[in-house]
C-alpha cells in the first residue's frame, strides 16, 4: 500500500519540484532587471554630476543658454526620479517573486521529504513481510506452527 503512495506522490513531487525550479528562474530574472535599472540610476547619477560640474563653470552661459542648461538638469533629475521609482517598483517585485519561490521551494521540499518517509516505510514494510515469510517457511521446514504474535 505504502509502494503506491510513493508511486502516486511522484508526479505531484516532479511538478512541484518544477514549478519551484520556474519560480527560481523568474525571480533571478527579475534581479537581473533590477541590477540593471541600478546600473542606468548610477549612470544618469554620474553623467548628471559631471554635466553639472564641467558645465556651471562661471560665466559659461548666458541668458537662454542658462536657462537651457538649468532646464536640461531639471529634465536629468526628473530622469533619476523616475529611475529610482522604476527601482522600488522592481523591488516590489521581486520581493513578491522571492516569497512565491519560497513558498514552491518550502513545498517541493516537504513532498521531497514525504515521498523519503513513505518510501522508507514500505522498505521497512517489505522486510517486516520478508521476515516473516522466512520465518513462516522456516516454520513448515521443522514442522512446526509459526508464532502468531
Known amino acids: 500500500m505504502s509502494r503506491d503512495r510513493v508511486k502516486r506522490l511522484a508526479p505531484v ?7 519551484a525550479d520556474e519560480a527560481g528562474a523568474e525571480l533571478a530574472s ?3 532587471i533590477l ?15 559631471g554635466y ?13 543658454h542658462w536657462q537651457d542648461y538649468n532646464e536640461f538638469l ?25 516569497s512565491v519561490w519560497q513558498q514552491k521551494r ?15 516505510v514500505a522498505e521497512q514494510q517489505a522486510l517486516v513481510r520478508e521476515q516473516k515469510a522466512d520465518d513462516e517457511l522456516a516454520a513448515q521446514r521443522h514442522g512446526r506452527v509459526p508464532f502468531a504474535g
Do not use: M, N
Not at 35 to 49: D, F, K, N, P, W
Open 13 to 19: 513531487q516532479r511538478f512541484a519540484s518544477t514549478q
Open 30 to 32: 527579475a534581479e537581473r
Open 35 to 49: 541590477s540593471e535599472h541600478r546600473q542606468t540610476l548610477h549612470e544618469l547619477i554620474q553623467y548628471r554630476g
Open 52 to 64: 553639472a560640474t564641467t558645465s556651471a563653470e562661471p560665466g559659461r552661459w548666458q541668458g537662454q
Open 74 to 98: 531639471t529634465k536629468l533629475d526628473a530622469a533619476i526620479a523616475a529611475q529610482q521609482d522604476v527601482i522600488e517598483q522592481q523591488q516590489l517585485r521581486c520581493h513578491a517573486l522571492r
Open 106 to 120: 518550502a513545498r517541493a521540499e516537504s513532498l521531497k521529504q514525504l515521498r523519503a518517509r513513505l518510501r522508507s
